[in-house]
């Protein structure tokens, strides 16, 4: 069965239901996959860190040996207690996700040892996985997608690793920090790590926006999306020097073009809320806009309407196709791009 809504996922990791066997935890974000299928060891075997009880397979494993995988679902725990066999898929290749799948389908039907739980961890699978579809379709077994983190799951998981150490940001601060931290689970615990060092652990500190000034310095993301600002801004040489300079620090053309589509999406969620009838102040803080920006974007918002947003996305998706073309000049197309958005706001009295 697949369990797609975050609340039923969390609810089985919690207590997972009996008569499930099998689970498969799969997604873009392996840092959410691990962390969640940790949860689940936990929570099915008695010593999931224990060789006795616990069985580690690998793809490579399942490579050079295929019946490793029904060997290891067929045992018994030494110890007494309930077997756990792991099995880990590093890549997206269809001779250990078919092995995979013949597996899981015996398994939950009963064929092997019924008091073992098979847990699958894996990368992004298509719904042509054979894997995902066995998953999904037996009553015995789960499958459960891990999606990259948005805004409030970062925040939570901020607040949350924070208090262990005794520590807390106000919302301003807690704000600033999530949308720099990045969507990868495993990258944003080791920032947040790295934060409650900073602060000191075990200190009760309360981090205020401005004592996070030093602590995040100056990242060529940052630098991306004020450059996007004063393009739509209508200031070119600015947006133009902030692109050459992301750039020097590694980040090129592709992920300026993405930055600049980030503040038009952010214009178009605006403007829509407008429509709707909220305040603009209101509209431009649910669309994520950051604190220190938000006059210039309410100044943006005012003279990009949704007529003018919708001229400029082709323009958007046509510099985004360009640059993932093979010897593409990227950083020209989205220095060309600038161009022609702060050419627009120009035009729109910016």
Not at 217 to 226: K, N, Q, R, T
Not at 263 to 285: F, M, S, W
Request: with cysteine; proline share 4%; net charge negative.
């Amino acid at each position: 069965m697949l369990l797609n809504r975050r609340q039923d996922a969390e609810q089985f990791l919690g207590a997972p239901r009996p008569g499930v066997r099998a689970a498969l935890i799969f997604g873009r974000d392996l840092g959410v996959v691990r962390e969640r299928a940790q949860h689940l060891a936990e929570k099915v075997a008695e010593r999931p860190d224990d060789p006795f009880d616990v069985a580690l397979v690998s793809d490579g494993d399942i490579d050079d040996d295929p019946a490793r995988l029904t060997d290891e679902l067929m045992a018994y725990s030494l110890m007494g207690g309930r077997r756990l066999v792991r099995l880990r898929l590093s890549a997206e290749r269809a001779g250990p996700d078919r092995v995979a799948a013949a597996a899981l389908e015996r398994h939950a039907g009963g064929e092997f040892n019924p008091e073992a739980f098979f847990l699958i961890e894996a990368g992004n699978l298509d719904r042509n996985s054979a894997l995902r579809r066995a998953a999904e379709k037996h009553a015995a077994a789960v499958a459960i997608p891990c999606y990259e983190d948005e805004v409030g799951d970062l925040a939570r998981l901020t607040r949350e690793a924070l208090a262990k150490d005794k520590l807390s940001l106000t919302s301003e601060a807690l704000d600033i920090f999530v949308r720099r931290l990045p969507h990868e689970r495993g990258v944003a615990r080791r920032e947040i790590e790295r934060l409650a060092l900073y602060l000191g652990p075990g200190s009760d500190a309360v981090g205020a926006a401005q004592d996070l000034a030093d602590f995040l310095g100056v990242e060529p993301e940052a630098s991306l999306a004020d450059a996007a600002q004063d393009a739509f801004g209508g200031r070119l040489a600015a947006a133009q020097s902030g692109l050459r300079r992301a750039a020097q620090e590694g980040e090129g053309g592709p992920a300026a073009v993405r930055a600049m589509s980030a503040h038009l999406g952010r214009l178009r969620r605006t403007a829509t809320l407008r429509a709707a009838g909220a305040e603009l102040a209101e509209a431009a803080k649910a669309s994520g806009v950051f604190w220190k920006n938000e006059r210039e974007f309410l100044r943006q918002a005012r003279a990009w309407d949704p007529q003018q947003i919708a001229e400029l996305t082709p323009d958007l998706l046509a510099a985004d196709r360009a640059c993932k073309q093979t010897g593409s000049p990227d950083q020209l197309i989205a220095e060309r791009l600038a161009l022609a958005i702060a050419t627009r706001a120009r035009r729109l009295g910016l």
